[in-house]
């Protein structure tokens, strides 16, 4: 019950942060217009505070070693990639967009699980919703007229970006042994920030500083405070679930994103596509994890069933981790 109750509370919040952190970065982008700036930021705020937690005896946090920076550091650049596109996307295209393509992905996703990852290709009812969220996804964006090529050719970077992105990070959440999930959270956002630092630079981000208000700057600081946030709990929610149900979560939180959307201006989608919406919706609230194949499952030895756990691997399963950190 205890672990039903930490991965429903995770996906929750999760859910709640992620819903909200693209519109605080579409708000980002339209005031400030520093795409690279303002995700160095965000990553580099992050890294400071995990820092500083750690070393107030907050937090547990691994120290810094070749043995984890080598594989990191994959997970940190097809982290900064998929990140990129996404703000890249939402600089030319619309909230409504970058919505239609995130909910297409678990139809590339069941597949990947299926070949990488070990699990079962989705029953009926769930292929059944899966096609029933790609029509939904697809009305929706009919509905809007606001197209631009810039903001499509950055989102289909982001759509293949974002497949490696899922299957590989999920491995990673499941085979790179830490202490502490908190390691994950520093690693993935430190790496990127001399990539983005330098690109920044090349791009002459530096001469928007000037045109910086206030409220820009209140807005960006909010944005990193929430990408703290959505680091961590995006590494708890990957460690509970599959990579496929990853998604479907992701794509279901965005109603509270276009709630949020139609409240704060007028730049939101019709009647019809807000009932597609609803299909999307329904879609994902029925549709059912494929379990793992019976020949990925790893046989229990006569030892393993004798021998008791030993403690240093109680503290190196991110599984172990996830729960005691809740």
């Avoid at 208000?213 to 600081?221: E, N, R, Y």
Wanted: hydrophobic share 50%.
């Amino acid at each position: 019950m205890k672990s039903r109750f930490s991965s429903a509370a995770w996906i929750g919040i999760y859910m709640l942060v992620s819903s909200t952190m693209l519109i605080v970065n579409k708000l980002t982008i339209f005031l400030l217009g520093a795409p690279s700036t303002i995700l160095f930021c965000q990553l580099a705020a992050t890294g400071v505070a995990v820092q500083i937690a750690s070393k107030a005896g907050m937090i547990e946090l691994d120290p810094i070693t070749m043995q984890h920076l080598k594989p990191f550091s994959i997970v940190a650049m097809a982290f900064l990639a998929t990140i990129y596109a996404n703000i890249k996307t939402l600089q030319y295209a619309n909230v409504e967009t970058f919505i239609v393509f995130r909910a297409c992905t678990p139809l590339a996703l069941c597949v990947l699980d299926y070949v990488f990852l070990g699990r079962e290709l989705p029953g009926l009812r769930s292929a059944m919703c899966l096609l029933m969220l790609f029509a939904g996804a697809m009305g929706y964006v009919l509905s809007d007229k606001t197209f631009e090529v810039r903001g499509y050719f950055w989102v289909g970077i982001w759509f293949v970006v974002f497949l490696f992105d899922m299957i590989y990070l999920k491995h990673a959440a499941d085979s790179i042994k830490v202490k502490s999930n908190w390691t994950r959270v520093f690693y993935s956002n430190a790496l990127p920030c001399v990539p983005l630092f330098l690109l920044g630079m090349f791009d002459s981000e530096n001469e928007k500083f000037k045109e910086f208000t206030s409220q820009g700057l209140a807005i960006l600081l909010l944005s990193c405070v929430m990408g703290c946030a959505m680091s961590y709990v995006s590494w708890q929610a990957r460690s509970v679930i599959s990579a496929t149900a990853f998604s479907i979560v992701g794509n279901a939180c965005k109603f509270l994103t276009i709630v949020i959307n139609c409240a704060i201006w007028d730049k939101h989608a019709s009647p019809t596509g807000l009932l597609c919406l609803c299909v999307c919706l329904v879609a994902a609230f029925f549709y059912k994890q494929a379990p793992m194949r019976a020949e990925s499952k790893l046989p229990v030895t006569q030892d393993e069933m004798t021998s008791p756990p030993s403690r240093a691997s109680s503290t190196t399963s991110p599984k172990v981790t996830t729960k005691v950190s809740t």
